[in-house]
């Protein structure tokens, strides 16, 4: 298992109470990390961080089952001055609202305070399960709401997620309100740390073409040669108009010999490649979402 002993701080995209908060502890539970940890507001903040400071893990999503891949986590990954600085592990978090209030009573509600775009992720539960004429309050952000309840008697609600209740010492009135209850995102732990071989691992690695016909199926075939599995694989756009960067995740683990000779075959036909991390492969927790 990586030894995390002396790690000074772990990095997470706020704010307070967020789904991001909610993996670093999850990471931190796994781990058996005991440090300080530190909210940041954008995702450069936090890759930037890690990368000044050693002895620091960061948490961040990489991909959403709804919204897709978290383009800037990838774009800041690759632009790190330590090229060590990598993925070292995943974690799949499903996206749970809840209903949070002072009060124990789910159907003495009256109003309900909350971020204008959690209204329109719960708007089905809020038609189905609210009164007809619920007062709706807009705040700012998760804490904000949460906060705000304080000023209001105990027939309102806050939308937040399990952290939130945690950390401003509310009651979860209903769990899972949003419509999309299959909806997860998938985090990383990013550090300078190297990661051992379990046999069920995966390799992200980012790499260019070159601007003619059949550059990019030469690669791709370099891994079907080779007999690995590509699991993911989608492009965005480079720095440079008109040229575009593919992120792969392959099956197997920078240390196991066909990966090592696959990605130097690779090397050889990308202007450019950089390796984003090998890691033990996580599992969506889809069907524990679909039973509740």
């Known amino acids: 298992m990586l030894n995390f002993e002396n790690i000074k701080t772990v990095a997470f995209l706020g704010p307070q109470s967020s789904f991001g908060e909610m993996a670093k502890d999850s990471f931190c539970d796994k781990f058996e990390i005991n440090s300080y940890h530190q909210a940041f507001e954008t995702i450069k903040e936090v ?29 800041c990954l690759m632009q790190t001055k330590n090229p060590n600085i990598k993925i070292i592990s995943e974690y799949y978090l499903p996206v749970n609202y809840c209903l949070l209030s002072r009060t124990t009573e789910f159907y003495s509600i009256t109003g309900i305070i909350s971020p204008p775009e959690l209204l329109g992720k719960c708007k089905n539960f809020i038609k189905n399960e609210l009164p007809f004429n619920v007062n709706i309050i807009e705040a700012a952000s998760i804490p904000e709401a949460a906060r705000n309840l304080q000023g209001y008697n105990l027939t309102y609600a806050s939308i937040g997620t399990p952290k939130t209740a ?10 899972n309100i949003n419509d999309d209850k299959s909806n997860q995102t998938r985090f990383v732990l990013i550090g300078d740390f190297e990661t051992e071989e379990t046999g069920n691992d995966k390799t992200s690695i980012a790499f260019s073409t070159e601007n003619k016909p059949g550059a990019l199926l030469n690669i791709l075939e370099i891994f079907m040669k080779n007999k690995i599995n590509l699991s993911y694989i989608a492009s965005h756009p480079s720095k440079n108009f008109g040229e575009y960067i593919m992120t792969v995740t392959l099956d197997g683990h920078i240390h196991n010999a066909n990966v090592i000779n696959t990605l130097k075959e690779v090397r050889v036909k990308a202007p450019y490649m950089r390796f984003l991390g090998s890691y033990k492969r996580s599992k969506p927790k889809l069907l524990q979402l679909q039973m509740q």
């Open 47 to 75: 890759v930037d961080f890690v990368d000044n400071n050693p002895d620091t893990l960061g948490v961040l999503a990489v991909e959403n089952s709804i919204e897709g891949t978290v383009r800037e986590t990838l774009d």
């Open 166 to 175: 945690e950390i401003f010492n509310l009651n979860i009135l209903k769990e």
